[in-house]
């Protein structure tokens, strides 16, 4: 008897410690995606129906890294914005970028801390070089022009802000819940070991 016991001690243990095992992997896997991937698609720039790949880097901060959204360090920055749709690759596209000053502004050439004019890129590319000098909060501009209209699409990014996030703790909670439910479970199998 002591020994059937023990040996379901043992054997909830191992499974609460594989159990962990599990988790960490699952968790650290979860980090690992949190860098975007290209092959994913997560950086993926919508304007009106068409659609753009966006891929940013650093190469003197961060050699061939790529990053979507933010931008990890102030410095001399690429941007490069590649047409997923054939047909935008007619029409006129502008880019700007201006300083993110959360209220509405009438005068956007003076927030504006770079600007590529309408052109019409036959290649599917718009390559664009720019310093950011300070760390701050900005916003991207897409404008297509197509038969009179403007298509924008915008997209608010930082620079040199590291961005929190907290995502984790869900895991951590779900963890502990689903723990507290094993430990919950086995003392009852346990428990009934214990009475025959």
Do not use: W
Request: aromatic share 16%; net charge negative; glycine share 8%.
């Amino acid at each position: 008897m002591i020994t059937v016991i023990i040996s379901n001690q043992i054997s909830f243990i191992k499974f609460l410690l594989l159990y962990l095992l599990v988790f960490v992997c699952f968790l650290s896997k979860s980090y690992a995606h949190g860098g975007l991937s290209l092959e994913d698609d997560y950086c993926v720039l919508t304007v009106g129906k068409y659609e753009m790949h966006f891929s940013g880097y650093q190469p003197e901060n961060n050699g061939p890294k790529e990053f979507c959204e933010d931008i990890p360090e102030i410095g001399n920055t690429i941007v490069v914005l590649d047409y997923m749709d054939d047909e935008l690759r007619n029409l006129p596209v502008e880019v700007r970028i201006i300083i993110d000053t959360e209220e509405e502004s009438k005068d956007i050439e003076s927030i504006t801390v770079y600007k590529k004019d309408y052109a019409i890129y036959r290649n599917g590319t718009i390559s664009l070089r720019h310093t950011f000098d300070g760390k701050g909060k900005f916003i991207g501009y897409v404008t297509v022009k197509e038969d009179g209209n403007f298509i924008i699409s915008e997209f608010p990014f930082s620079v040199g802000i590291e961005s929190k996030s907290y995502s984790y703790i869900y895991y951590i909670i779900f963890a502990l819940f689903a723990g507290a439910l094993l430990f919950y479970f086995g003392n009852k199998i346990r428990n009934k070991t214990i009475d025959v």
